[in-house]
C-alpha cells in the first residue's frame, strides 16, 4: 500500500463517530474490550469491529495482560492531529 492508500485508510478509520470516541477514551491509558464496551455502550462484538478497524489502520495497537487484550494509541501525536480537525470544523 502505497503512502496515499495509507493516509485514506487512517482517515477512513477515523471517519466513524465511535471509533473517534474510542480514539479519545485511550488518550493517555490502555483499555480492554470490556472497559471500552461498558464506557462506549455498544455490544462488545461491535466494540471489537472498531477497534480491529483502528489497528488495522496502525492508529492502536495491543498488549496482552493475563487473559485480556489492552489497546492503545499507538502515536501520542494523534490526539494533537484530531484535535486539529475538531478545531478546523468549530472554525468552519
Not at 73 to 88: D, E, G, K, Y
Request: charge should be positive.
Amino acid at each position: 500500500m502505497d503512502g496515499i492508500q495509507q493516509e485514506a485508510a487512517f482517515f477512513k478509520a477515523l471517519a466513524n463517530p465511535k471509533r473517534l470516541e474510542m480514539v479519545a477514551l485511550l488518550q493517555g491509558k490502555d483499555l480492554c474490550v470490556g472497559e471500552t464496551t461498558r464506557k462506549i455502550r455498544l455490544p462488545q462484538a461491535n466494540v471489537s469491529q472498531h477497534l480491529m478497524v483502528l489497528r488495522k489502520a496502525k492508529i492502536v495497537n495491543t498488549k496482552k495482560i493475563g487473559q485480556k487484550m489492552y489497546y492503545h494509541i499507538v502515536c501520542p501525536r494523534l490526539i494533537q492531529i484530531t484535535a486539529t480537525m475538531v478545531q478546523h470544523i468549530i472554525d468552519r
